[in-house]
């Protein structure tokens, strides 16, 4: 039996586990994205359908009222003929006598008769224009209230989304760069760096960066990938700005990597999210303001 003890394998360093993650979060946040867009577009025509809907009500509404006053006019104009010559019918019948009498008193019912009728028939007409009318106003009511129920949906579901976005920058972190300063929030996959864009407070630019001897621009600045180590998680870059050469060797995954240029106050950061097979991707993030420090 040997006196040598067995030599212990070297155990695998854990992997981040957000590789995989990463597709499925960007799908999620590509979605989230085109729901959201399809919602406002969705509640910006609802409210030009009610626009056009009331429009519409107030025209046709408009065009009732104009119409019922002038055949309200005519009818009253054909009433008023008809009660003229009622009136000389029965002053006719009166002054007659014999039978040119009682010619005179049927011409004299004839047209009551007649009058009755029309006043009869202006009233039903009447009825039913001021039937019409309700019945336009009951409808458009109506569908007033389902674009409002739609608007109100349109509006809770915009609501859920943005409560999303800030349980998401709720959930992001802070960190210290490589060179000592104090970062702003860091992403580490793509869902929490939508979250940054929507925050607005610096400038994101996104990369997936292949192993070459040539530079890569990203942003305003040139970036090499010059070692990638996938079990690891490590890398290493080499950045161009100024016309400088920084190199950021063996950096860790979602480590901010700070550097200076001479245009900006704050630091620049490259934040790598995913290390495969000579293969990085990640974010470079940017000052909004840009002046010499």
């Given at each position: 039996m040997?006196?040598?003890t067995p030599a212990?394998?070297?155990q695998p360093q854990p992997s981040s586990g957000s590789g995989p993650m990463i597709p499925i979060m960007l799908g999620v946040i590509i979605a989230l994205a085109i729901a959201t867009i399809y919602m406002f577009w969705q509640m910006n025509k609802?409210?030009?359908?009610v626009a056009t809907l009331k429009e519409a009500m107030a025209t046709e509404i408009s065009g009732l009222k104009q119409a019922s006053t002038v055949t309200s006019a005519a009818n009253r104009q054909h009433l008023e003929n008809l009660r003229t010559e009622l009136?000389?019918?029965?002053q006719q019948a009166a002054m007659a006598a014999?039978?040119?009498k009682v010619e005179a008193q049927k011409h004299a019912e004839e047209l009551s008769r007649r009058l009755e009728a029309e006043t009869k028939r202006q009233q039903q007409a009447l009825r039913t224009e001021i039937g019409a009318v309700k019945e336009t106003a009951t409808a458009t009511i109506a569908k007033v209230g389902e674009v409002s129920t739609e608007v109100g949906s349109v509006k809770t579901e915009v609501a859920a989304?943005?409560?999303?976005?800030?349980?998401?920058?709720a959930e992001l972190k802070r960190a210290t760069g490589d060179l000592g300063v104090q970062s702003g929030l860091i992403a580490t996959n793509s869902k929490e760096l939508a979250a940054l864009k929507a925050l607005g407070e610096r400038n994101y630019f996104e990369f997936n960066l292949a192993k070459s001897k040539q530079p890569q621009r990203v942003g305003d600045i040139m970036i090499t990938l010059k070692k990638a180590d996938r079990?690891?998680?490590r890398f290493t870059l080499e950045v161009i700005?100024?016309?400088k050469k920084v190199e950021k060797k063996d950096k860790n995954l979602n480590e901010p990597l700070q550097f200076y240029v001479a245009r900006a106050r704050q630091p620049y950061e490259i934040v790598v999210n995913e290390v495969s097979k000579d293969r990085v991707s990640g974010y470079l993030a940017t000052p909004k303001v840009q002046q010499a420090r």
């Open positions: 040997s006196d040598q212990i394998p070297p609802v409210q030009k359908d009136e000389a019918a029965r014999g039978s040119a989304n943005k409560a999303e976005l800030d349980k998401t920058i079990k690891r998680n700005a100024d016309d």
